[in-house]
């Protein structure tokens, strides 16, 4: 198939994405072996908020600690804290979804329940859930997983409801196959990909939430690298020492363009109807 | 069926809603397990006497069944009694009325950035499909939402306050709603709250100037959040419209380009734009309790944030609910201007 420039371009980008993606994950699975923990309680004031030199790539913080490691390791955190976010409001929305479209009775009540969770700005919500719980980064997560499982739900629910009237579900059922194993084996598989579609740019969207409420006061305290937090406590040298926003957010901000860019083009691909 | 038989329908099912809101946040505030409801009254540091404690949980009525607690949870939140925040030592309900017009102010500027910059820049991106404007309005607005907006507000802080001032430029305000020094010297009389409006109204132009300079830096800021949205409805949709018959129509008869786009074109391509908005103002509001922290902006979302770091649940809670019901009249208002605007729209 000869693609036309642009869909190449696009790929190209798509493709630098997940290279750059790919690359952060293996940063972050290997930040914690390569950077030896005791650098997060190296606490030295008098070393404390150094320029980016030789030594210290990225500077030190204002407890005098090196910078990138700190950055690095936050990777590991942030990443995998929003992956598994993600994963779960998926595994839960699907699960819901997949039976809401089947089964009436639960479909009413279940599409007012969403109704209600989505008129609610999404870091509104997760902030309410998350103090309620008391602060932390477990409880910050359970808060996102509150909040993104209605979007799959939805999505689920409305993908089961047109791919049930399909002939290929009537002949299951005439061959005699069983519902759950119908809808788990047949019609969620066929289903999914819009889920799929969306997961990347989610991941981003989560990541981006939680450092923005991580920012705001959930965050892990200062002896837990977490690049919201990292932020946080580094606007408070922000004219003095530039470099202790300016490297964490950028960490931020390449993670989720990586993941935007991936995005973009899972939709595209797996939505043809948007590509015009 | 007209137009009041839909508003009607309309009103019931956001009722609906609100009623789903008002469970969820009285679940938030009661029924959670493993926490006590009472702890969101305790400042941490200052424990209540026995006594104390008692009184409250019988004015909370916290002895009774929990359905019967939320009977009185709605009766109070409908007659005006949203709880106490200890971090503002006010009632929810006033705390957050007194700070909504600085958090409308500075929501509506947003809106009404995104939309001028993200309409022209849509429409700019559909007519060159595919070529170099197209392109770059694209990388722009994915690049847009990929940065976290509060970290772009502190480098803005950092460039146009900080970098400028030391070069002797002209910079503008980082903080705040308008100069201390302003607010002093002439002094403004509060009609609605909305500083602008007031201090036009009152002819009260230094504190006008003061306060449009300390609204740039947040109110851009902010405008990110939903430009990338608006641009890409705006692309879409202005490619839907470009397909229909009645351009090339409206081309053959021999209108010039510019009536067409703007006449035609534009007319019919906005309407997704404006229905997105309420979302997008609920979007907004979410993201002003990041951008008023990061501006020290006095609204609504500074103070839920502040009300985060005192463990003050009450308040945050009541927040949510408040933002949700704005959410919803929004939509409403939305929705039946979109009625009347729009005569295909079958209700």
Known sequence: ???????????????????????????????????????????????????????????????????????????????????????????????????????????????????????????????????VLGRSILNLSIALVFVWWPIYCRLMRGQVL??????????????????????????VPNAIFPVVARAAADVGLVLITMAALSYIGFGPGPYVPEWGSLIASGQAYIFQAPWLVIFPGAAIFLTSLSLNLVGDWARDAFDPRLRR | MGLPEYIVKRLAGLGLVLVGVSMVVFVLLRGVPGVDPL?????????MSSDALNGLKQEL???????????????????????????????????????????VELAVSAVLLSTLIGVPAGMLAALRRDRAPDLAVRIVSLAGISFPVFWLGIILQLVFFYYLGRLGLPNLPSRGRVG??????YPLAPITGFYLFDSLAEGNFPFFISALRHLVLPAFTLSLIGLATVVR????????????????????????????????????????????????LGILLGGAVVVETVFSWPGIGRLAAQGILNNDSVLVVGFTLFVATMMVLVNLVVDILYAVVDPRVRY
Do not use: C
């Open chain 1, 1 to 131: 198939m000869i693609l036309p420039a642009r869909e190449l371009w696009r790929h190209k980008l798509a493709a630098l994405g997940l290279a750059v993606f790919l690359s952060l994950l293996i940063v972050g699975a290997a930040a914690p072996y390569v950077i030896p923990g005791s650098v997060v309680r190296d606490v030295q004031f008098a070393a404390k908020l150094a320029p980016p030199d030789a030594r210290h790539w990225f500077g030190t913080d204002d407890y005098g600690r090196d910078l990138l490691s700190m950055v690095l390791l936050a990777t590991n955190l942030d990443l995998s804290a929003s992956i598994a976010i993600v994963a779960s409001a998926i595994a839960i929305g699907v699960l819901l979804g997949a039976l809401a479209g089947f089964v009436h009775r639960l479909d009413q009540a279940l599409m007012r329940v969403t109704d209600v969770f989505l008129s609610i700005p999404n870091l509104v919500l997760a902030m309410a859930i998350a103090s």
């Open chain 1, 162 to 187: 047109s791919e049930r009237e399909k002939p290929y579900v009537k002949a299951l059922r005439a061959l005699g196959i069983g519902s759950p194993r119908t809808i788990f084996r047949h019609i």
């Open chain 2, 39 to 47: 702890a969101a009254y305790i400042t941490p540091g200052l424990p």
């Open chain 2, 61 to 103: 009525h916290l002895d009774q069944p929990l359905p019967v607690q939320y009977f009185y949870y709605v009766a109070g939140l409908l007659s005006g009694d949203w709880g106490y925040s200890r971090t503002a030592a006010q009632s929810v309900i006033v705390a957050l009325l007194e700070r909504l017009p600085a958090t």
């Open chain 2, 180 to 185: 201390d020094l302003i607010a002093l010297e």
């Open chain 2, 233 to 280: 409805i705006m692309r879409a949709s202005m490619l839907e419209v470009l397909r229909q018959d009645y351009m090339l129509l409206a081309r053959s008869k021999g209108l010039p380009l510019r009536t067409v786009l703007v006449r035609h074109a534009l007319r019919n391509a906005i309407t997704p734009v404006l229905t997105t908005a309420g979302t997008t």
